[in-house]
Nanobody, 125 residues
Framework: QVQLEESGGGLVQAGDSLSLSCVAT?????????LGWFRQAPGREREFVAA????????NYDDSVKGRFTISRDNAKKAVYLHMNCLKPDDTGVYYC?????????????????WGQGTQVTVSS
């Protein structure tokens, strides 16, 4: 059974930085999986944030986070990271990492079969 476990969430102020980590266990094909981050704010649908190719050389970001967030991965550690700068209150939500045998252009949750349990990020104004 595939397991993804996120960590690094917390409460920060607007303008601060925060880094999230996600480690995969029992995902045999980790190095060939596309990895991504999604978030869900209260009362809203889960939305795409960023994705990274299996090689770590191609990226896709939602327009709302371009220039502020950076996604990266370490295949040796079976980990994916999301470094967030210049955080805004609108960035508040539960952040989920996801894995798929697909492309970085998958931006809808239903295209991603593997999910972590999520980590809360709260940005105060």
């Amino acid at each position: 059974q595939v397991q993804l476990e996120e960590s690094g969430g917390g409460l920060v102020q607007a303008g601060d930085s925060l880094s999230l980590s996600c480690v995969a266990t029992s995902l045999r094909t980790f190095t060939t999986e596309v990895l991504g981050w999604f978030r869900q704010a209260p009362g809203r649908e889960r939305e795409f944030v960023a994705a990274i190719s299996w090689s770590g050389t191609s990226f896709n970001y939602d327009d709302s986070v371009k220039g502020r967030f950076t996604i990266s991965r370490d295949n040796a550690k079976k980990a994916v990271y999301l470094h967030m700068n210049c955080l805004k209150p609108d960035d508040t939500g539960v952040y989920y990492c996801a894995a798929a045998a697909g492309t970085i252009w998958y931006t809808t949750p239903e295209r991603w079969p593997y999910w972590g349990q999520g980590t809360q990020v709260t940005v105060s104004s």
